[in-house]
């Protein structure tokens, strides 16, 4: 049946107008929320196509390379990050294009002040066909530098110029830096060996009561203070 508000074949055309603006308005809600949550990661994300070219880039990317979102668009991902007129060999969004599959790699990036972890996604279109790829860099660097802290920090018995000797409670020697030697000589002991008793009750009285330190100790030429 005919009316003012409805269509010859009598659909309501409030109704389908109330609809229609009730779906755009939860279409753009979703897309509002997509973009505040890909602008609010703090992992460096891009999108790149086939062509290694920026489809969209979040804040927290842009903000790397100084310019808007926007501006980043268009741009080729290895000009400018890398500087380069190519990707570097590591990329894994070249991977990516080459395989279709997941990749990542560690990378060092003067430009972006930092070490990164990168990984790639490959995004497809609803055949399967490969369209680029979701690229995030994470910043480790923070990560990076306790790590070779922790390694300094690991090979300085090593390099100790004096002897390091590290003894269980029971006085065997579990390890003896290089410099060592002539200790371990005077001692006639080697790593595994029990330490001789003098050194043995060193180490009871260290565990019970706090630090402590031995007399000076003399081999060959050298003298030695322990604690």
């Given amino acids: ?19 229609r603006m ?45 310019v808007t979102p926007a501006q980043c668009t268009g741009l080729k991902c290895y000009q400018c990050v890398h500087g380069t007129d190519h990707p570097p060999e590591v990329c894994p969004h070249a991977k990516t294009l080459a395989d279709g599959l997941e990749h990542s790699a560690e990378l060092h990036e003067p ?11 490959p995004l497809k279109d609803r055949e399967g066909r490969l369209l680029g790829s979701v690229h995030v860099a994470r910043d480790i660097t923070a990560r990076k530098r306790i790590e070779e802290d ?5 090979r300085f018995p090593a390099e100790n110029p004096h ?10 020697i ?20 029990q330490a001789p008793e003098p050194w043995r009750e060193l180490v009871r009285e ?3 009561m706090g630090p402590k330190s031995a007399p000076d100790y003399t081999v060959g030429d050298r003298g030695f203070a322990f604690v």
């Fill in 174 to 193: 579990l390890y003896a830096n290089p410099a060592s030697r002539q200790v371990l000589e005077a001692w006639q002991c080697r790593v595994g060996d």
């Fill in 111 to 121: 430009r972006l002040e930092g070490d990164f972890l990168v990984s790639t996604t």
């Fill in 22 to 66: 009730q779906t755009e308005e939860s279409l753009r809600r979703a897309k509002d929320e997509w973009e505040c949550t890909f602008d609010a990661v703090p992992d460096l994300i891009t999108i790149l196509d086939k062509e290694h070219r920026v489809v969209r880039a979040n804040q927290a990317m842009a903000k790397r390379l100084s």
């Fill in 206 to 208: 260290a565990l019970a």
């Fill in 1 to 19: 049946q005919k009316g003012p508000y409805k269509d010859f074949k009598g659909y309501d055309l409030v109704a389908m107008a109330m609809h």
């Fill in 163 to 172: 002897p390091v000797l590290r003894l269980n409670k029971d006085g065997a």
């Fill in 150 to 154: 922790r390694e300094a920090l690991a």
